[in-house]
């Protein structure tokens, strides 16, 4: 059988996940709880136990170097008992735990190399790690040769750096754990290049807008925080330049994203021109359409879906339907959510136009242009009252806790949201919403509502239950992740967490305590090696912070084309483009006063 034709690499942007320490065995002595090692041992007593869901687990106890130990497969084959009825020393690859006094080793791995450290990457499906290493390498010893280096020598001194073929060397072939030095030297090369580029680009033209707010402020029911005077102040100095103003605004649920859009859209309508909001979802747009109408009137505020189009008001609220209609005197374009739509619908919308996004979690690329300077950021950091949100990562065995949790907020008067990663059909161990039917209407008789992509009427379903003083329990897909208003939302459970990224969570979760209730958010996982990816959910509640891990995973994206993860900006540590971003300013503009 043919070996499987290994992709094209590019070793600038194609890095280690993780790396293993393989040039030493470690003795029973020195093991850590949790710590991944190289050990060794030669079998003693080879068995089976029975778990609790009634499958074999093999159990073996090892005599190693200073002690013995034991190593558990939930997984195993013939070829594992073979490997271990042969006898004679084994190497392998684990993370130790504590039972009974014993060091245990579940599902340890039997590494293809010894004696060296070795970069982990991101495979094709039944490639393994040496052959791709090697693959890997030979693609950086080609770099290494045919990269051009246009940061100035003078530059690699003063911030001692390695030149390209050190750090392409020290990131697939280290002679030990790389620290942060050779990915700064590559991410410094990449930004380097990109300020020049970014340079050289001129914002698109755009109308001029001038206006007093101050008449739109004073009429506000409430008051204003800090953060929202600065963000407005920033987007009316963006828009008198004349030149296109790209800001994206980062702020936390209920933090008052709207209502910065709302002042904006009030100086382009005294100047005359026509602001249109864009959001994902048709319940959205009611919503915003609902608040805008408070605000500035019907009159003046038309709303733009798939059923309902009105005509030439000033403010004009929908959804995709927007881009498929022409708007004459459009002066600014708000769009809301904007990891929602794609980088081709985000730029069509706003030719010509000012363009403000808003979101709690940006998408990777917009972070990328943002560290780079391509787009202007505001952020609100602070919250016009308190929020409580708790949160906990929990697996099934806490589905008694979190029922009776249920059963104490609905009896206070709150309401549950309950999300599910599938529509209809079952996948493996994940339920959906028409298969946990049965189960809701039993444990909550007359109190559950369900509703997910295909349900007909779904704005009509989601509508009554925010108005409904009985439907208590909302269980839904992920439709309601995007900007829902529910008062009374006091607990939230996704089940099947895993199947989301954080940033998608991290929205869910802004259903519940938007008024300043305290409020529980259940995230259920199923698959254990989600967990510690989940449990960052447990202490980040900032979603830009959010968005960063969710990019340590995922990469960029292009910050010229339309991909929105992909090889640009790959690196392990979002903290160092911050870094490098600062220290090529400092430099670009010590080589301007040089010349």
């Known amino acids: ?25 470690v003795p029973v002595g020195q093991f850590k709880k949790g710590e991944k090692v190289l050990f060794r041992g030669c079998p003693d007593k080879i068995g089976e136990e029975e778990t609790w869901t009634g499958k074999k687990m093999l159990v073996v106890s090892m005599i190693g170097d200073g002690g013995s130990f034991i190593v558990k497969y939930f997984h195993f084959t013939d070829w594992h008992l073979r490997r271990f009825e042969r006898g004679g020393y084994i190497s392998m690859w684990g993370a130790p735990k504590k039972e ?13 190399e010894i004696g060296l450290v070795c970069p982990i990457y991101k495979t094709p499906s039944g490639v393994g790690q040496k052959r791709f290493r090697d693959h890997v390498w030979e693609a950086a010893r080609k770099g290494m040769s045919a990269t051009w280096d246009e940061v100035p020598p003078e530059v690699l001194a003063r911030r001692d750096f390695p030149t390209i073929r050190e750090a392409l060397q020290q990131i697939h072939r280290p002679y030990q754990i790389p620290d942060a030095r050779p990915f700064t030297r590559l991410a410094y090369r990449e930004v380097f290049e990109l300020k020049k580029r970014l340079a050289g680009v001129r914002k698109p033209a755009a109308p001029v807008i001038e206006a007093d707010i101050r008449p739109f402020i004073d009429k506000l029911p409430f008051g204003l925080t ?35 859009s709302q002042a904006a859209a009030y100086a382009c309508m005294i100047c005359g021109y026509r602001t249109l909001v864009l959001t994902p979802s048709t319940v959205l747009a009611r919503q915003h359409y609902e608040k805008f109408s408070q605000l ?55 030719l010509g136009a000012h363009a403000l996004q808003l979101t709690a979690t940006p998408i990777p690329r917009t972070v990328s242009l943002i560290y780079q300077g391509a787009i202007d950021i505001s952020t609100l950091n602070s919250l016009p009252f ?133 409020s529980f958010c259940y995230f259920m996982f199923k698959n254990p090696d989600a967990e510690e990816r989940l449990k960052l959910l447990e202490t980040v509640h900032d979603g830009f912070e959010l968005s960063e891990k969710d990019t340590d995973s995922r990469g960029w994206g292009d910050t010229f084309g339309r991909e929105q993860s992909g090889n640009m900006f790959k690196l392990p540590s979002v903290s160092i483009y911050k870094k490098v971003v600062d220290m090529v300013i400092e430099d670009l503009q010590s080589e301007m006063a040089a010349k």
């Open 1 to 25: 059988m043919a070996k499987r034709r290994l992709p094209d690499i590019d070793p600038f942007g194609y890095l280690p996940l993780r790396y293993e320490d393989r040039r030493k065995h």
């Open 100 to 112: 009974k006094d014993i060091w245990t080793f579940y599902q340890p791995g039997f590494p293809d």
């Open 226 to 260: 800090d953060d929202q005077m600065k963000a407005i102040a920033e987007i009316l100095e963006d828009m008198s330049t004349g030149a296109a103003m790209r800001r994206i605004l980062v702020g936390d649920v209920s933090s008052g994203k709207t209502v910065v």
């Open 296 to 350: 500035f009137g019907e009159e003046k505020v038309g709303l733009c879906t798939g059923r309902e189009k009105t005509g030439n008001a000033r403010i004009i609220i929908g959804t995709h339907a927007l881009l498929n209609r022409k708007f004459d005197d459009v002066g600014l374009v708000v769009i809301d959510e904007q990891h929602r739509f794609g980088v081709s619908q985000r730029t069509q919308i706003a």
């Open 386 to 518: 308190k929020r409580e949100v708790m949160t906990r990562v929990v697996s099934k065995s806490h589905t008694t806790e979190i029922l009776s949790n249920i059963r104490e907020v609905i009896g206070d008067g709150g309401k549950a949201l309950v999300v599910y990663p599938l529509v209809d059909d079952e996948k493996g161990e994940y339920k959906s919403v028409e298969s946990s039917k049965e189960f809701w209407e039993k444990a909550f008789p007359d109190e559950t509502l369900f509703v997910h992509g295909k349900t007909d009427g779904k704005e009509d379903i989601v509508s009554e239950f925010r108005t409904s003083m009985e439907k208590r329990i909302l269980v839904a897909t992920s439709l309601i992740e995007t900007g829902i208003d529910i008062p009374e939302a006091s607990i939230l459970i996704v089940s099947g967490a895993e199947c989301f990224g954080l940033a998608a969570l991290h929205q869910l979760r802004g259903r519940i305590g938007r008024r300043g209730n305290r």
